[in-house]
């Protein structure tokens, strides 16, 4: 009973972490937590996903990300992981819809099978193993005829069905896909396979502009042809009042006592690499030479106007980091010298911190009825402008803010946000003003058609031009010759996309690997240039072997079944009716 009793945490432990699929969480019982807010983050086709499930697989994601960041979660990570969970909650609510609709269901029996069967779940084979390794089905029993354990069955059997059932649904999915031989010799041809080719080109940069005629009506006539490039989502004139977080004169003055205050530590250590570690130091210990001008200009200068072994320099800012170091050996012959570095970050302290954000919160607060840019001025802070499209969450100056992004989208003309906290600044933002969604104007965009319409132009110049001497040319050497041109030759593989004398063309590529040995391609009008290319000889890939043959097959079927599942979840978001209610809460 008592290793019933310890394998138990241990089961619901591993039943958490198995939880990678978020929708699986949604029919187990964690979410309930007391004491949340109520409502919903989202309604999916009617489905609710409540604001305590969001919360509960934020914190899950949030636990993961410090681990592995093994520090502090700045505020747009904060963003980045409620985004992607928003997401993953939304996509496992469709996913359970679509297996509903399509009626993929998990038996009993399927689930017995799985605990008590020949071939158990790993979860079953790692946490009920005997001394042997084989299922002790004793162990199993007193779990589920527990009535103290029940609970903790039936969460274990639950996520045993819903695997089974996610498991199912990939199944159907990945039976969609296939790969042939042919695939597989064509994956293996492209990613090994080199053509040997000549080729000649006309650039269209060397026709002249007074060769080339630009009419009102061509740039109007493109423009209409075109306007689907030209159109403009909701745009936003934003005002923003923006706040750095530096340190202040007495944050670097504490940080510099932090330092003295490790002196003699430092001076004294007989293993300085885990006194560096110990004490959080910026910079680990490193026991080879440096000369002095691998080194900072404010350290170098502190250490080498003393190199005496063992003497610990004053405390310097270099690299955006305070530091001294102890010379633990030198070399005065060699310029060079071996160095302990006790390395602090200089960050502003949480009192900086607060009166920041104080004086943000009464630019937010006295703008509501005052004028910004006066209120902003009276605390200080510098105003900027700036443009942005309706769903954009990376702005200028700025980076990623989906605060920022749902501000926007929900504000009139003339509100203030809250105080928006980034990585390295607070911000408050005012929306100016708000253009519709629609196609720009003529005028507007003039200068970005005329480029486009001339390169047109100038291709077809050139590949006219190429087209004529090609008909009276027997090979490419005499092509070249008419065209008064050099003949350029080059292997090409096909992952090159930047080639001399056209510069990045991906079509140059794709022209040559559908040439068979010794054919010649027609005129083509490529990206920056009208070429036409030959291939001499193929540096054809050998034989693959069936292990080698069998290892491609997996390598493909893994990456369409991953593109099948990506579009078929996008297919459901297409097609599904989400509201979104993250605004309420944030």
Excluded: C
Excluded at 75 to 80: A, E, L, S, W
Excluded at 147 to 163: A, H
Excluded at 308 to 321: H, S
Excluded at 547 to 564: D, F, K
């Amino acid at each position: 009973m008592n290793k019933l009793r310890e394998n138990t945490g241990v089961i619901l432990w591993i039943l958490v972490i198995s939880f990678g699929v978020i929708w699986t969480l949604q029919d187990s019982d964690v979410f309930n937590t007391v004491g949340q807010p109520t409502g919903n983050i989202a309604v999916v086709n009617g489905a609710d996903i409540t604001y305590q499930e969001f919360q509960q697989a934020v914190e899950q994601q949030m636990q993961q990300v410090r681990q592995q960041v093994q520090g502090d979660v700045t505020p747009q990570m904060q963003d980045m992981v409620r985004e992607q969970t928003y997401t993953q909650l939304v996509n496992a609510q469709l996913i359970q819809q679509e297996m509903d609709r399509l009626g993929i269901q998990v038996t009993d029996e399927e689930v017995m099978d799985m605990v008590y069967g020949d071939n158990p779940h790993p979860v079953i084979q790692q946490q009920f193993a005997d001394e042997t390794g084989q299922v002790d089905q004793q162990l199993i029993a007193n779990l589920a005829q527990n009535p103290e354990l029940r609970e903790s069955w039936l969460q274990l059997e639950q996520f045993l069905r819903d695997e089974r059932r996610e498991n199912k649904m990939n199944t159907l999915l990945q039976s969609t896909v296939h790969v042939s031989n042919r695939d597989v010799e064509d994956f293996h041809f492209r990613q090994n396979a080199r053509a040997d080719v000549r080729y000649v080109a006309l650039n269209y940069a060397s026709v002249s502009r007074d060769q080339v005629d630009l009419s009102e009506s061509e740039l109007r006539d493109y423009y209409n042809a075109n306007r689907d490039d030209f159109r403009r989502e909701r745009t936003y004139e934003v005002q923003y009042a923006t706040l750095p977080k530096e340190p202040t004169a007495e944050d670097s003055a504490a940080v510099v006592q932090d330092l003295e205050d490790l002196r003699a530590g430092l001076r004294e250590a007989d293993d300085v690499e885990s006194f560096l570690q110990r004490n959080g130091s910026a910079v680990p210990y490193d026991d080879s030479f440096v000369t002095e001008d691998e080194l900072s200009a404010p350290l170098a200068e502190a250490v080498f106007e003393d190199l005496t072994p063992g003497r610990v320099t004053d405390p310097v800012f270099a690299d955006g980091l305070a530091q001294m170091a102890r010379i633990m050996d030198a070399r005065p012959e060699e310029g060079e010298v071996q160095l302990a570095t006790m390395a602090l970050n200089v960050r502003p302290s949480l009192a900086t911190l607060r009166e920041y954000e104080d004086r943000m919160d009464d630019v937010a607060f006295y703008s509501d009825s005052g004028d910004f840019e006066e209120e902003a001025a009276r605390q200080d802070v510098p105003v900027q402008r700036m443009t942005v499209e309706d769903g954009d969450d990376t702005f200028p100056e700025i980076g990623q803010s989906r605060a920022l992004r749902d501000f926007l989208s929900a504000a009139s003309r003339g509100d203030v946000s809250d105080v928006i906290e980034l990585d390295d600044r607070f911000i408050v933002a005012r929306l100016a003003s708000v253009q519709r969604a629609g196609y720009r104007d003529f005028e507007e965009v003039r200068s970005q058609i005329e480029p486009r319409v001339l390169r047109e132009k100038r291709q077809a110049v050139q590949v006219e031009r190429m087209q004529d001497a090609l008909r009276g040319a027997a090979s490419l050497d005499e092509l070249a010759e008419s065209l008064g041109t050099q003949l350029r030759t080059r292997s090409v593989s096909f992952e090159d996309d930047v080639i001399p004398g056209l510069g990045r063309d991906p079509m140059f590529t794709g022209t040559v690997f559908g040439l068979e040995e010794g054919e010649r391609s027609d005129v083509v009008g490529g990206a920056n240039a009208a070429y036409v290319v030959e291939v001499e000889s193929w540096d054809r890939p050998g034989e693959l072997s069936s292990s080698e043959r069998e290892q491609l097959r997996q390598q493909l079927l893994a990456q369409r079944q991953q593109r099948v599942v990506q579009q078929w979840i996008e297919s459901l978001r297409d097609a599904a009716d989400i509201r979104d209610h993250r605004g309420q809460y944030f």
